[in-house]
Each structure stands twice: as C-alpha cells, then as structure tokens.
C-alpha cells in the first residue's frame, strides 16, 4: 500500500534498536539470569519486578499486567504513539534510512502527526531562546544567570534562553518554518487573542523542559521585567505532549546517576536543579509547577529500581540507605513544612529510606551555594533526616511541650501520624520516640496511635493497579498471582515440562535442532494453551523456517552468534505477527521466561526436555495402542496392523530412553 514503511526496513529497524537501551530509558533493568533482564513494570504500579526484557529477542513481557510486545510496541505505549511513528523514532536514532511503498512519506492525518509536529516545534522554540540570549538584547537574563553563579557550561547542560519581550517573535519564526498558528498554540508556545495569537513567554528566563530520553516537551520561565499584572513563574499549559505530573525537570540528565546510586534529591526550583547539579549532586530533579504526587512516585521508584525488600533503609556504614535515598529538600518556612507534610503521604510508596533536607535559616539550594559555595549545598544534602523525624517534629515544635496541655495536644497531633505510617517496625521505633519527646510512656503513645487508626478511614493504597496485580492494602501485603502464572515454571504446574520446551524452543532455537522436536505434535500437549503456542510454531514452519532465517542471515552478516542473534529475532517475530493475540501474548511471555540453567548447560538442557517431552508423549501412544489391542480379535488384520504400530511406538521410546541416559 502506497506510503507505507517497507517491511524489510522494518524488521531492519527492529534488529539494530537494542530493545534493552531504549526500555532502558524508562526502567532501570538488571539481570534476571541468562540472557535476561527485570524491572519495575511502567504500565502498572508494583512493588517486585514482574517487567522482563530480552534483549536477544527484542521482547518485553510484564508477568503483572500481561503488557508485552517488542520495540515498537513498547514505545506506541509509553508515548502514545502510532507505529509508524515509532519505526520512524527508532529509524532516526539508530540510522535506517526508511523506504515507502510508492517513493514517497505519507501524508499524515492530524492525530498521526500531532506529537511529531508539536515535538518539532519545542525544538525550534529552544533554539531560538537560547539563540536570542546571546543578543545584545538579553543581558538582564545573563545577569540573572549570571548572580546565581551559573556559567557557560551550566546555561549550555540545561539548554537554558530568553525570550524577547516583544509579542509575537516566536510565533513568527515558527511561521517560517511552516507551523500554522493552531500548531503553535497547541504547543503551549503562543495564546489566541482577538488580533492573532500571541507569544506566551515573553521577557523571561527559558529552561526546556525535557521527557526521560531529552526531547523538550514544555517550559519553564521566570519573569525578567517588572510587570506586577505578569507572574513572576510561568509554565507551559498542559498539552497533548506535557503533562506536568508526569514530567520532572532534570531527570533527563540525572536518570543514569540516578540508577547508578540509587538516590534522588527533589528540589522545589529549576535554579536549585541547576546549582545541586554544579554542586556535583548530579540526581537532583524538581517538579514542573504543581506538587510531587503519585505519578512522580511512580516516574521515579522505576528508575530507582524501587523493589520491596526488608532491609530497604538500613542506614549503612557509608552513610548511605540500603535499598536507596529519596531526598526532599523545602524551604524552613511554613509553606516548606506543608510541602514536608505532602511529601509524608508519599513516603510509603517508596521501599527507598526518604529523608528531608532544610536549611534552618530558610535558604533554598541555589542561594547557598551562591552564598557558601558548592560545600554548602553539599552540606544541606549530609545533613538530611528521615521525613517521619521531620514531620512528626515540625507538629511538635509549634506546641509548648513543658505543660501538660501541650503534651497532650502534642499528642492528639503526633497519633494521626504515627497511625498512617505503614512499616510496623518504623512505627513502633517512632512511637517510642514521640513518648520520650513528651515524656511519656510508650504505651500511652501506642494507645493514642491505635486510637487514632481506628477513628481514621481505611488508607486506600497510595497507587492503583489492575485489579490482579493489586496485592496492598493498609496493613498486610497479599501474595499474587499473576494471570500468566500458569505459563511460568514451578514444581506445583502440572505442565511444567511443556511450557519450558516451548520457552527453550523460542529462545534457543538452534539448540533445539536435531532434539527431536519434529517428532512432537501439538497433540502431544496437554494444556491447551501450550498445545495452541506448539501448533502455531509448526504452523509457521517449525525449526525448517528458522534455519531458513539464519541461511539467510549468514549471507547478510556471516556465520557466527550475529546470524543466530539475528536470524532468532526475525523467526520469533514472524511467530507472534502471525498468531492470535492470546498465543502472541502468550509466546511473548515465554520468550522472556527465564530458564532454570545457566548457559553453559542450556543446550543440554533444551535437548533433555524435547527427548523427554517426546517419550512421554510415546508412552501415552503406547498406551493407547495397548488398549485398543486388548479390544481387538487377534487374528484380525487390524490387530496386526495396531501390534506393528506398538513395536514401532516402542523402539523409538526405548531409542529416547538410551539418548537420556
């Protein structure tokens, strides 16, 4: 069909996207075995890994919510985006030149290119702000960056600009460059008025506001003028590509130290990003003109690999958290302690110990480190303490401790929050805190506490997920079965054996050649659901069209694990774009399953299920052909017919029998 990518450049793109780099830019993944790897699902929220990938296949498969595909598929989900769009992405990153049926690019209806175009446009925008603060005309905005100690290096790291003070400069570049004024204002970059539209950010410090993988989707500005009908902070609006709940300043430049140190500071500010940053607090990321909530969370304990784990927060010998660092840092004023507050709903999301930093004269992370210099900020950060320490004594400061009337008000304001705190560990070890505070008994404090847990509602669990991943609640953590769980291996499955050919069959094909698994049917499965996966690999030509593949292959990249890599990667495509979607749902999650060896033993492995898979499927003919025999008259020629099809039954069992040996 006219205008569409070519197939072969497809399946090109798919084999040089390293499906492991580009999930990678959203999930912190580690090893999960042989050739596979784990992390936190995107699609749903969830305390333990149950997101794999394969990166020799170019699978994903999330054993939680049943999420899975490859590449593309991956990317049309995360943001929401067309497939053409995403083969176009991934063409462009890992440099295919695209081929489409007919010559040329097809022309696109408004909701294809919509994300393209805005996306497009953001980039333009940002060059022209950074652009126009090297003219003469925006000194103003280099003496603001400039009095908050941010060099060349700095300005160029965060892509930061100006904007004129003129009305409509940006919209009329972008008109230049072929965006139509309805493009641009739903962009976010210019607002409809009566005489045309009209530029949104004007006389103002720019910062770009990027996603996770750094393509500028918004943002952030501050007033330069003193215009007192202008505020002095200004965002991008919410669009069809920001979403500020869903975006965190900074983050497209902290992710890798992020993962790598497991720790995240949140600062309230772009300035503060860019001096914790200078400061060599390189994890440093802030919200994007509304308050950190659950989508933040989840944003962040995915790159924090955030897994449920009961030492999670043990102060270690370096000063460092087992498990990871959320660190939040607010202003000492009371607006700073409501945030704290805030943020204490948010804490128990986190499996990473989350502290609080807050500099006890009121200054946030920029001013200090123009006032004191980079030691500075970095002492602000050392000297954090644990966010229920720091809520529990903000309440407590504000009360006169030394009558028995503010003891007990004290009390009655300490008890709510020691009852919300999920850990019963922590919550003990606090209680018995809060008791020495007000110098009373611990179990005065309990009794309050208990009390007061059960006047409040019932906590919902801080972050929703499909109702069969679902395993919090307020006080217990419920075991969970994951729908797909009957596919993975464990000693209660009775098809176990069954489901782990097939894997071995998907992942180690040229293992599996010369095994014996031509002489399998899909009759010789039991479980209807593996009996279906087995009937669509034959279906698609078995092994014959895999080696067909790597045949292939070897003339393309030579003989070697290249071919096999490749040539595994275009057969199990092949099998999933062919087949329903509950078997392509299911060969995925297989694809991704880990097997119970380690590589040096995989193909022996592989090998021993199909020889044993195939005699017990002999051993159920054999039995079948006996019984029909027991019902047939001997000297018929039925029965001589049936007895030689026993006798060949059993040579080819006791043929396996010998192999296993």
Same mark, same amino acid.
């Given at each position: 069909m006219a205008g569409?990518?070519?197939?072969?450049?497809?399946?090109?793109?798919?084999?040089?996207?390293?499906?492991?780099?580009?999930?990678?830019?959203?999930?912190?993944?580690?090893?999960a075995g042989v050739g596979s790897m784990k992390g936190l699902c995107p699609f749903h929220d969830e305390r333990t890994p149950s997101f794999h990938v394969r990166p020799q296949l170019g699978r994903w498969h999330c054993f939680g919510c049943s999420e899975g595909g490859d590449v593309f598929s991956f990317l049309?989900?995360?943001?929401?985006?067309? *497939?053409?769009? +995403?083969?176009?992405?991934?063409?462009?990153?890992?440099?295919?030149?695209?081929?489409?049926?007919?010559?040329?690019?097809?022309?696109?209806?408004?909701?294809?290119?919509?994300?393209?175009?805005?996306?497009?446009?953001?980039?333009?925008?940002?060059?022209?702000?950074?652009?126009?603060?090297?003219?003469?005309?925006?000194?103003?905005?280099?003496?603001?960056?400039?009095?908050?100690?941010?060099?060349?290096?700095?300005?160029?790291? *965060?892509?930061?600009?100006?904007?004129?003070?003129?009305?409509?400069?940006?919209?009329?570049?972008?008109?230049?460059?072929? *965006?139509?004024?309805?493009?641009?204002?739903?962009?976010?970059?210019?607002?409809?008025?009566?005489?045309?539209?009209? =530029?949104?950010?004007?006389?103002?410090?720019?910062?770009?506001?990027?996603?996770?993988?750094?393509?500028?989707?918004?943002?952030?500005?501050?007033?330069?003028?003193?215009?007192?009908?202008?505020?002095?902070?200004?965002?991008?609006?919410?669009?069809?590509?920001?979403h500020k709940s869903q975006?965190?300043?900074?983050?497209?430049?902290?992710?890798?130290?992020?993962?790598? &140190?497991?720790?995240?500071?949140v600062v309230e500010g772009y300035t503060d990003v860019m001096a914790a940053h200078a400061a060599g607090e390189t994890t440093a990321v802030a919200t994007c003109g509304t308050a950190f909530g659950k989508e933040h969370t989840q944003l962040m304990r995915r790159l924090l690999g955030d897994v449920e784990s009961a030492s999670a927060g043990v102060m270690l010998a370096d000063g460092r958290a087992r498990g990871g660092e959320v660190i939040f840092t607010f202003d000492g004023d009371e607006a700073g302690k409501a945030a704290a507050?805030?943020?204490?709903?948010?804490?128990?999301?986190?499996?990473?110990?989350?502290?609080?930093?807050?500099?006890?004269?009121?200054?946030?992370?920029?001013?200090?480190?123009?006032?004191?210099?980079d030691e500075a900020l970095q002492t602000l950060i050392a000297s954090r303490v644990p966010l229920f320490e720091f809520v529990l004594r903000s309440v407590l400061l504000s009360l006169n401790l030394d009558t028995a009337e503010g003891r007990v008000q004290g009390l009655r304001a300490a008890a709510p929050i020691l009852a919300g705190i999920k850990d019963r560990a922590l919550q003990t070890e606090y209680a018995r805190q809060v008791a020495g505070w007000l110098g009373l008994e611990p179990r005065e404090v309990e009794r309050a506490m208990y009390q007061s847990a059960r006047t409040q509602p019932r906590p919902q669990a801080q972050h929703s997920s499909p109702p069969e991943s679902r395993r919090e609640s307020a006080d217990v953590v419920e075991p969970q079965t994951p729908? @797909?769980?009957?596919? @993975?291996?464990?000693?209660?499955?009775?098809?176990?054996?069954?489901?782990?050919?097939?894997? /071995?069959?998907?992942?180690?094909?040229?293992?599996?050649?010369?095994?014996?698994?031509?002489? @399998?049917?899909?009759?010789? *499965? +039991?479980?209807?659901?593996?009996? /279906?996966?087995?009937?669509?690999?034959?279906?698609?030509?078995?092994?014959? +069209?895999?080696?067909?593949? @790597?045949?292939?292959?070897?003339?393309?990249?030579? /003989?070697?694990?290249?071919?096999?890599?490749?040539?595994? &990667?275009?057969?199990?495509? =092949?099998?999933v774009d062919g087949a329903s979607p509950q078997v392509a749902e299911d060969l995925t999650a297989l694809m991704v399953m880990s097997l119970p060896v380690e590589e040096d033993d995989l193909r022996d492995y592989a090998?021993?299920?199909?020889?044993?898979?195939?005699?017990?499927?002999?051993?159920q003919q054999g039995r079948i052909l006996q019984a029909r025999l027991a019902r047939l008259d001997s000297s018929s020629p039925e029965s001589t017919e049936t007895l030689e099809k026993l006798w060949a039954v059993e040579r080819r069992r006791r043929a396996y029998m010998s192999m296993e040996e």
């Amino acid at each position: 069909m006219a205008g569409l990518i070519r197939r072969e450049d497809i399946d090109l793109v798919r084999e040089r996207a390293r499906i492991d780099e580009v999930v990678g830019e959203y999930v912190t993944l580690k090893s999960a075995g042989v050739g596979s790897m784990k992390g936190l699902c995107p699609f749903h929220d969830e305390r333990t890994p149950s997101f794999h990938v394969r990166p020799q296949l170019g699978r994903w498969h999330c054993f939680g919510c049943s999420e899975g595909g490859d590449v593309f598929s991956f990317l049309q989900k995360i943001n929401h985006v067309s *497939f053409m769009e +995403a083969v176009e992405f991934l063409a462009g990153k890992y440099g295919v030149q695209l081929r489409y049926e007919g010559g040329d690019r097809p022309r696109r209806g408004p909701d294809q290119s919509q994300r393209r175009r805005l996306l497009e446009a953001h980039r333009i925008a940002e060059e022209f702000y950074r652009a126009y603060l090297m003219l003469p005309e925006a000194e103003e905005a280099r003496k603001f960056l400039k009095g908050r100690h941010f060099g060349k290096e700095d300005v160029e790291k *965060f892509g930061v600009g100006a904007s004129p003070a003129g009305w409509d400069g940006l919209t009329r570049h972008l008109r230049s460059k072929s *965006f139509t004024d309805d493009e641009i204002i739903a962009a976010g970059l210019a607002i409809r008025g009566q005489r045309g539209p009209y =530029d949104r950010f004007r006389d103002r410090v720019m910062w770009p506001i990027r996603d996770v993988t750094g393509a500028t989707v918004g943002f952030g500005a501050r007033r330069l003028g003193d215009d007192p009908n202008a505020p002095k902070y200004l965002n991008t609006p919410e669009t069809p590509i920001y979403h500020k709940s869903q975006v965190l300043y900074g983050l497209d430049l902290a992710k890798k130290d992020v993962s790598r &140190q497991r720790r995240v500071i949140v600062v309230e500010g772009y300035t503060d990003v860019m001096a914790a940053h200078a400061a060599g607090e390189t994890t440093a990321v802030a919200t994007c003109g509304t308050a950190f909530g659950k989508e933040h969370t989840q944003l962040m304990r995915r790159l924090l690999g955030d897994v449920e784990s009961a030492s999670a927060g043990v102060m270690l010998a370096d000063g460092r958290a087992r498990g990871g660092e959320v660190i939040f840092t607010f202003d000492g004023d009371e607006a700073g302690k409501a945030a704290a507050r805030r943020a204490y709903v948010e804490d128990q999301a986190f499996a990473a110990q989350t502290f609080v930093a807050v500099d006890p004269h009121g200054k946030d992370p920029c001013d200090l480190r123009v006032e004191g210099g980079d030691e500075a900020l970095q002492t602000l950060i050392a000297s954090r303490v644990p966010l229920f320490e720091f809520v529990l004594r903000s309440v407590l400061l504000s009360l006169n401790l030394d009558t028995a009337e503010g003891r007990v008000q004290g009390l009655r304001a300490a008890a709510p929050i020691l009852a919300g705190i999920k850990d019963r560990a922590l919550q003990t070890e606090y209680a018995r805190q809060v008791a020495g505070w007000l110098g009373l008994e611990p179990r005065e404090v309990e009794r309050a506490m208990y009390q007061s847990a059960r006047t409040q509602p019932r906590p919902q669990a801080q972050h929703s997920s499909p109702p069969e991943s679902r395993r919090e609640s307020a006080d217990v953590v419920e075991p969970q079965t994951p729908p @797909l769980q009957r596919l @993975l291996p464990d000693s209660r499955g009775g098809h176990s054996a069954e489901r782990l050919t097939i894997a /071995a069959t998907l992942q180690r094909p040229l293992d599996m050649v010369g095994a014996g698994l031509e002489g @399998l049917t899909p009759a010789a *499965f +039991a479980d209807s659901r593996n009996q /279906a996966m087995f009937a669509e690999i034959v279906r698609r030509g078995g092994l014959d +069209a895999f080696l067909d593949q @790597l045949q292939r292959a070897e003339g393309e990249v030579g /003989a070697g694990e290249a071919a096999v890599g490749v040539a595994t &990667q275009r057969w199990v495509a =092949d099998l999933v774009d062919g087949a329903s979607p509950q078997v392509a749902e299911d060969l995925t999650a297989l694809m991704v399953m880990s097997l119970p060896v380690e590589e040096d033993d995989l193909r022996d492995y592989a090998q021993g299920l199909v020889r044993s898979l195939v005699r017990r499927d002999l051993e159920q003919q054999g039995r079948i052909l006996q019984a029909r025999l027991a019902r047939l008259d001997s000297s018929s020629p039925e029965s001589t017919e049936t007895l030689e099809k026993l006798w060949a039954v059993e040579r080819r069992r006791r043929a396996y029998m010998s192999m296993e040996e």
